[in-house]
């Protein structure tokens, strides 16, 4: 059971990983838009990637807190799996600090269902200079992708312990 349960958290931090990196990876070619295509192409994210970081970010960290619980204390798999989950929380918390307010501000024309309402208008600041908002949205999924990226192969490492 404790190997299946190290298996599953290391494939729902590839998730985040995979989500992030994907982000990531597209920075260069986004600033290269304009406002109305870039509103455009922000529109196409959800809801797969917000069922994504549901299962991987929500799903891992739950994981995560339970199994160095299953870890004898003071090992070297126990303190690799605290960090991946201490990767995994700085990761999340940037997503609820920086990227998740400015979604609002990209989601304010389109028609979504109450739950997506109220999920995206929470800690939402919908007005500003969209330069502004992009840049804060792009830099917050690299910062994202390199918390998720040292989460992986912290959690990767405590594996092969």
Do not use: C
């Not at 995979?18 to 406002?35: D, I, N, T, V, Y």
């Not at 990227?99 to 939402?124: E, I, Q, Y």
């Amino acid at each position: 059971m404790f190997s299946v349960l190290s298996v599953l958290v290391l494939l729902l931090m590839a998730v985040n990983l995979g989500l992030a990196l994907a982000h990531a990876l597209e920075f260069p070619g986004k600033l290269r838009l304009g406002e109305p295509a870039y509103r455009a192409v922000q529109a196409i994210y959800y809801p797969g990637f917000t069922i994504g970081g549901l299962v991987g970010e929500v799903g891992g960290m739950l994981l995560l807190i339970v199994l160095p619980v299953m870890t004898p204390a003071g090992t070297v798999r126990f303190w690799w799996e605290g960090a991946a989950l201490a990767l995994l929380v700085a990761g999340h918390s940037v997503y609820w600090v920086a990227t998740h307010p400015v979604n609002a501000f990209w989601l304010k024309d389109s028609k979504l269902a109450t739950p997506g309402r109220l999920f995206f208008g929470l800690l939402s600041a919908p007005g500003g200079d969209w330069r502004r908002k992009r840049s804060i949205w792009e830099w917050s999924h690299v910062v994202r992708a390199v918390f998720f990226a040292l989460g992986f192969l912290s959690m990767a490492l405590a594996l092969m312990r």
